[in-house]
T-cell receptor, first 112, second 113 residues
């Protein structure tokens, strides 16, 4: 079945630096790749998503890139701020399966 | 306000005592799902429902049951809870199945002694 691997599991960056989190998926038929942010004690919330017909998508300081050939996608956060500190989850879904597969999460710490 | 609600938010119980965690959404979403979150394992899908009376197993369905008698409600049932079901549980719903944003409930922290 579908598997999503996420790296790194923890990431510490200085405020103002960039952060990159990478995910690899196994099912080449997957076509939707969202990223969720979970602050401490809160529910996961969508921050950005990308579909397989697009290679890159940006929303202010956040961007996601997709490489379908290599079956991996990445989250890029520029000019990090303390409020970016959270756990980030990638996910992948495949049409017709009705299943949503999440990565194991990355704990991002932005050091002031 | 558009939202997904879960109850209870916290529950401590004992092995074997049947329990139900309720989930309700007011967004008229067809797709609903249950996840458990454990340290180092991320979010794992337990069961999902594509519409009323249509449910199917996710990746970790053992020990759980669900039902979908109404569009808005999707309860999670633990017939005989065991300590390995101690976890943080999230209900979620989405408008367009797995091809759109999932809206999560606030979570239910369950401890089985």
């Amino acid at each position: 079945g579908e598997n999503v691997e996420q790296h790194p599991s923890t990431l510490s960056v200085q405020e103002g630096d960039s952060a990159v989190i990478k995910c690899t998926y196994s099912d080449s038929a997957s076509n939707y790749f969202p990223w969720y942010k979970q602050e401490l004690g809160k529910r996961p919330q969508l921050i950005i998503d990308i579909r397989s017909n697009v290679g890159e998508k940006k929303d202010q300081r956040i961007a996601v890139t997709l490489n379908k050939t290599a079956k991996h996608f990445s989250l890029h956060i520029t000019e990090t701020q303390p409020e970016d500190s959270a756990v980030y989850f990638c996910a992948a879904s495949t049409p017709g399966t009705y299943k949503y597969i999440f990565g194991t999460g990355t704990r991002l710490k932005v050091l002031a | 306000e558009a939202q997904v609600t879960q109850n209870p938010r916290y529950l401590i119980t004992v092995t074997g005592k049947k329990l139900t965690v309720t989930c309700s959404q007011n967004m008229n979403h067809e797709y609903m799902s249950w996840y458990r979150q454990d340290p180092g394992l991320g979010l794992r899908q337990i069961y999902y429902s594509m519409n009323v009376e249509v449910t199917d197993k996710g990746d970790v369905p053992e020990g759980y049951k669900v039902s979908r008698k109404e569009k808005r409600n999707f309860p999670l049932i633990l017939e005989s809870p065991s300590p390995n079901q101690t976890s943080l549980y999230f209900c979620a719903s989405s408008l367009a199945g797995v091809s759109s944003e999932q809206f999560f409930g606030p979570g239910t922290r369950l401890t089985v002694l």
